[in-house]
């Protein structure tokens, strides 16, 4: 009987069993309901395309859609467990998508996606198969977005964290477990190749050598088969879909050698290669695995930050204490923690005091000491006392949930660099094949010798090493993103690192970025006619430094404040607030501002603010801002690594400059208005300069949001933040400098990564085709060589403890 294939999922079924659709203008035929339905729903959506990309794979066909199970993604327990809402109101969520095998089912999946109502973004990551979707919740939900996942013949469910550390475990056990397999193999079979090769000099009788070369066969075979099953896996689907790659040439080598061994074992004719197949399979592997357990250090920051915190929290609901899930907490609710305990959510301490260990989020060893209105952090621990706090956010909005969302990002993005050495990776596998066929030829016209050509090509495909290549990048980033984290440097992409290595000018500013950002007042006089109720109530309009300075004081050494009422508040970008209160226009803020109101003032101090009613100046007040302890040392070292440093500040000229001689800055521009600080930066990038801008206002955002890397104190504004491409969570200029560091030294350890790998290969293939190589030896110089990447990228962790560059 007749085969043909499903026109939707292109598996071969007879003929007779398939059900022919004739609404079409040719006949198509589907094994299944779920094929046609598919198909239908490509056609009408105008995805047809999917099929051109698919080539001629086969892909499983589609269950029917069914309503059955998605209920439960719509219950609120699983929301609160697994939704985010952004800063936009929109629901967002990580899942992982079952079935793809592909670049066109990523394609279809992300189209199909984007297409749906209601769904604003859709990214799959085609290594891991992790989704990223973003959807408005009043127009679609997410059972309707897996039901449509489904309907294409795909299934997902939520990304958890700890669940992909089980696998990432089971994983390297398995790992384990074929290593020693291999290992035992390798070790056993050297003393056996020894006894042949005193046997080829000194002569071995033809029945034993049979005992032995079986011996050899029965260990290479478990070798082969079971720690090299990655290779055969890895050739695979790489040949299914098109591409060469490392795998593809172990896979290769060894089964030649293994194939060649059988011959000569059966035949009695040439030599056996077993140990040669063993060797190769087990020294690449330990590399393999090696790589592995790196790539877990790396990213151990990132688990220890997760895996040790607390799911419940100990809430105060009147007398009543209650233990409640972190994700069930909310903004106002009283929490308990108690001396051991890690804080899981950011709040202000509401009594007691204890001493709490930051140092998983600043990297700072000492302790600090928390009282009453101070701010705790989540990630911090509790060290020595019961201290009841108000919770000021929900578990998602606290900080160690962003850290661990950014770092979770940063890991996914790859630097440009890293896109060229893979790519380079993977044509080079390509070009090495087509060397070691070129090679056998050669060899055989040359000697007329099948096995010595073989064993030569062979030499070739085993000693050439895309894999150190290919890890040349990744490892030393994953390292560097590490060791920043720990150092309380958080890049929210890896190819920031690159880009901020590549800098050479460094824009600062001054209030908070470089000076403690509080200023106090110095000098103060006040008019007995002054109405301090109503100077005290336009402070609060403004969340400037100054502004807040002079509330602080006020606060300090006035009794019985109260909060008056004002009309048609307006802020002066940069300058101040204008306000009415009854009958009468006040204003408070700079002698800018009182100038352009044409009010005569007497300036008192670098840094002052004045405060007018009907026209005349009531209240004066001198303020000083002094400089971060560590900002001259730090500046120093920074000018040392050939960074120019430039000051851009709001304040003005006397202001500026006092703070910058303190710290050694001898490029200032000052009084400038958040739109001329946006301007310096693009001065500078016309000239084709990348640049770094650090600031913590939201006076800094044009300016963050121009430059190529933009650096936010971590005490900064909400929107500073969220314009940074690289936070500082400790606050401090010496996460500024280590931030340079950490990107420097990883830029050029992945520079001499790529550079050694090349240099690797461009000398050996030539050895191996003039055939100085053997196979096993081939083997263990290409396990070295990803070694030596390998221990380079740990080397980041290494150099920058010592503080180098």
């Not at 140990?275 to 590399?287: K, P, R």
Request: net charge negative.
């Amino acid at each position: 009987m007749s085969k043909r294939r499903c026109d939707h999922c292109q598996l071969l079924y007879e003929e007779a069993v398939l059900l022919c659709d004739e609404t079409f203008k040719e006949a198509r035929f589907f094994c299944c309901k779920g094929c046609q339905g598919v198909f239908h729903l490509l056609q009408s959506e105008g995805l047809e395309s999917f099929y051109d990309k698919l080539g001629g794979q086969s892909i499983a066909p589609p269950e029917t859609p069914t309503s059955s199970g998605l209920e439960k993604f719509d219950l609120e327990k699983f929301k609160e467990c697994y939704i985010k809402i952004n800063d936009e109101g929109f629901c967002e969520i990580s899942l992982i998508i079952e079935g793809i095998h592909c670049a066109a089912c990523v394609w279809l999946n992300e189209k199909v996606l984007f297409q749906k109502e209601g769904v604003l973004e859709a990214s799959i990551n085609g290594t891991s198969h992790k989704a990223r979707i973003v959807w408005d919740p009043e127009t679609t939900s997410l059972s309707s977005i897996i039901q449509t996942i489904r309907a294409i013949g795909y299934n997902a469910h939520p990304y958890d964290p700890k669940l992909q550390e089980e696998h990432a475990n089971a994983a390297r056990r398995e790992y384990y477990s074929r290593l020693l397999v291999g290992v035992f193999a390798t070790m056993n079979i050297m003393w056996i190749a020894i006894a042949q090769y005193a046997g080829y000099f000194t002569g071995m009788r033809g029945d034993i050598k049979s005992v032995l070369n079986f011996a050899e066969f029965v260990l290479a075979t478990p070798a082969l088969f079971y720690t090299g099953w990655v290779y055969y896996r890895g050739a695979y689907y790489g040949f299914k879909h098109g591409y060469v790659s490392m795998d593809t040439l172990i896979a290769t080598g060894a089964s030649l050698a293994y194939g060649f061994s059988l011959y000569a074992m059966f035949s009695g004719n040439g030599e056996t290669y077993f140990d040669s197949v063993t060797m190769i399979v087990t020294f690449v592997f330990a590399g393999k695995y090696l790589e592995v357990l790196t790539k877990k250090r790396a990213v151990d920051t990132l688990d220890a930050m997760i895996g040790s915190l607390p799911t419940e929290v100990m809430v105060i609901r009147g007398e009543e204490k209650i233990l409640l899930h972190v994700e069930e907490v909310q903004a106002g609710d009283v929490i308990e923690v108690r001396p051991g305990e890690k804080v899981v959510i950011d709040g202000v301490v509401l009594s007691g005091e204890a001493s709490f260990d930051e140092s998983s989020l600043t990297g700072e060893s000492e302790p600090k000491l928390k009282g009453q209105k101070e701010a705790i952090l989540s990630g911090s621990i509790c060290l020595d006392s019961v201290v009841r706090y108000e919770a000021s956010a929900t578990h998602q909005g606290s900080i160690l949930s962003k850290i661990v969302t950014l770092l979770e990002v940063s890991m996914t993005k790859k630097p440009r660099i890293e896109q060229l050495a893979n790519s380079i990776a993977g044509k080079f596998s390509l070009v090495v094949l087509s060397i070691a066929l070129l090679t056998f030829i050669g060899w055989f016209v040359a000697t007329g010798s099948f096995e010595t050509a073989l064993v030569v090509a062979i030499s070739v495909i085993v000693i050439a090493c895309p894999c150190a290549l290919g890890l040349a990048t990744p490892v030393a980033t994953l390292v560097g993103l590490g060791v920043g984290a720990q150092k309380g440097v958080l890049f929210k992409e890896a190819s920031f690192l690159e880009n901020m290595a590549k800098s050479r000018v460094l824009l600062l500013d001054k209030t908070g970025t470089l000076t403690e950002g509080r200023p106090k007042v110095k000098e103060a006089w006040i008019d007995p006619a002054c109405e301090v109720d109503v100077l005290f109530a336009l402070l609060g309009t403004s969340s400037h430094p100054v502004s807040q300075g002079v509330r602080e004081y006020l606060e300090e050494h006035t009794l019985a404040l109260k909060e008056a009422t004002l009309l048609d508040v307006e802020v002066v970008e940069a300058k101040g607030v204008q306000a009415k209160w009854k009958e009468h226009a006040i204003a408070g803020g700079s002698g800018r501002l009182m100038e352009e109101l044409g009010i005569a003032h007497e300036r008192v101090g670098a840094t002052h603010y004045l405060f007018s009613c009907d026209g005349v100046v009531l209240a004066r007040f001198a303020l000083e801002d002094t400089p971060k302890k560590d900002a001259k040392a730090v500046l120093a070292h920074l000018q040392k690594m050939n960074i120019k440093v430039e000051m851009l500040t709001g304040d003005n000229e006397t202001a500026a400059w006092k703070v910058a001689r303190e710290v050694g800055i001898t490029q200032v521009r000052h009084s400038l208005f958040p739109h001329e600080k946006a301007a310096v930066v693009e001065e500078y990038q016309a000239k084709g300069v990348h640049v770094v801008m650090a600031g913590d206002g939201i006076n800094d955002t044009l300016a963050l949001s121009q430059a190529d890397i933009a650096i936010a104190m971590g005490e900064g504004a909400d929107v500073a933040v969220s314009a940074s491409d690289v936070v500082l969570l400790n606050d401090s200029l010496k996460s500024l400098e280590d931030a340079f560091l950490v990107s420097r030294k990883t830029y050029r350890t992945i520079k001499q990564n790529i550079g050694f790998s090349l240099l690797y290969n461009v000398t050996t293939v030539p050895l191996a085709v003039l055939g100085f190589v053997n196979p096993m030896i081939a083997a263990i110089s290409m396990s070295l060589s990803s070694l030596v990447v390998i221990g380079n990228a740990m080397r980041i962790r290494t150099m920058l403890k010592k503080g180098k560059q």
